[in-house]
């Protein structure tokens, strides 16, 4: 008897909920993306089979904001760069009116990963469209997207696949070795400080002004594909993501940067400080974000992304990782990379939807690490913590 009160007193519960929910809904309900956008669930598999470079970019973009305008702003930021293209940040804006906590995901500042813009690109699908990514993923927070970074670099290496591979310091040093060859690596963008230099370009990832040169006792020379340039923030890409992340300083709780490991099996999720050895007065709960996230984005051989502080393996100075949480002062900042071949098969999209598969699954599963982590979005259901 007692039980069956029990149960009756629960459902009358959830009822006066569900009432509750009709007659005074969330989020400005007219106001916001559940009720503006054109749902539909994209399904598993990729929307954008082939490799997209810059100017695919562009269009899939414009179509994004021309078809949802109420959800998705373009920013183009400057300067331009070498090649005159400009970085694209796409901004994902569930409701109109409110202002939700900010995730930054920036892509493809090394110009070799070419999977990132596809990522980025078929995750702000997801995020509009897919009714399985719109809770908790989308409604509850606004997204701030670059899907290339570096564009020159994307398409000059794209543009070399055919080529064949020489090292890439002879290519660098010999113009006359560059006819209908290409460097074996390219970590760089294209853009040339001096005209009677023959090496040109700089590492982006070390151009940022944050203990910038202090991983090493000698400036890399310019031939070197970890060449920092002359000066912080001596590249425009730089430059324009340096004002960028400082509009969005009191925005964004979430940050990651997209790269990837050049390496088989060896696939990280990372955190600051990539320049020391000394770990962030945060590590701890950085590395059970990560944790988490690395079982939530199993690989798919069963292996677990390997989760620590950027510098265990290799001190890097002036990284775009470090910049943002010690000048921006975002507090849990992450490096994901997947495992991306060096100058893929250009028509493999197996590879191509591996790499995405796997760098949406674990962005994803940072965001609901960062939830688990401070207990957003959940109730307490005798004892038991639940999420909604």
């Not at 970074?149 to 290496?157: G, S, V």
């Not at 425009?236 to 509009?247: D, F, M, P, S």
């Not at 990651?256 to 709960?285: C, D, G, M």
Request: aromatic share 14%; glycine share 6%.
């Amino acid at each position: 008897m007692f039980l069956h009160i029990k149960v009756y007193i629960v459902g009358f519960i959830y009822f006066l909920g569900i009432l509750f929910m009709i007659l005074f809904p969330p989020r400005n309900f007219e106001q916001s993306g559940t009720k503006m956008r054109r749902v539909r669930s994209t399904g598993y598999n990729l929307k954008y089979k082939e490799y997209i470079d810059y100017e695919t970019m562009l269009g899939v973009i414009q179509h994004m904001t021309t078809e949802d305008p109420e959800m998705v702003d373009i920013v183009t930021l400057t300067p331009h760069t070498a090649a005159n293209n400009s970085l694209i940040a796409l901004e994902l804006h569930s409701d109109v009116h409110s202002k939700k906590p900010g995730i930054l995901v920036i892509g493809t500042i090394n110009g070799m990963v070419w999977g990132g813009p596809n990522t980025i690109l078929e995750l702000a699908e997801k995020l509009l469209y897919d009714t399985n990514y719109q809770t908790p993923f989308f409604n509850d927070y606004d997204w701030y997207l670059i899907p290339i970074a570096n564009p020159d670099a994307l398409n000059f290496t794209t543009s070399l696949r055919d080529y064949t591979s020489v090292d890439a310091t002879e290519w660098s040093r010999n113009i006359s070795a560059r006819t209908k060859t290409k460097p074996s690596e390219w970590h760089k963008n294209i853009d040339k400080e001096t005209s009677d230099q023959p090496c040109f370009g700089t590492n982006i990832n070390r151009n940022f002004a944050y203990h910038w040169q202090d991983d090493v006792y000698k400036t890399p020379v310019h031939c070197s594909q970890y060449y920092p340039g002359a000066k912080p923030f001596s590249t425009a890409e730089a430059q324009a993501i340096r004002e960028y992340v400082h509009k969005l300083a009191d925005i964004v709780h979430l940050a990651i940067h997209l790269h990837a490991s050049f390496v088989p099996k060896k696939e990280f999720i990372l955190y600051p400080w990539r320049y020391t050895s000394r770990q962030p007065s945060n590590f701890q709960t950085l590395q059970e974000i990560g944790e988490y996230a690395a079982r939530q984005a199993r690989l798919p051989d069963g292996r677990l992304f390997e989760v620590h502080q950027g510098s265990s393996d290799a001190r890097v100075a002036g990284s775009l990782s470090d910049y943002i949480s010690g000048v921006i002062g975002t507090d849990l900042v992450f490096v994901v990379k997947p495992y991306h071949e060096i100058f893929p098969n250009y028509t493999d999209t197996v590879a191509l939807e591996i790499y995405v598969q796997k760098s949406i699954s674990a962005i994803l599963s940072l965001v609901r690490g960062w939830r688990s982590n401070t207990k957003q979005n959940t109730l307490s259901f005798f004892g038991k913590d639940v999420e909604f």
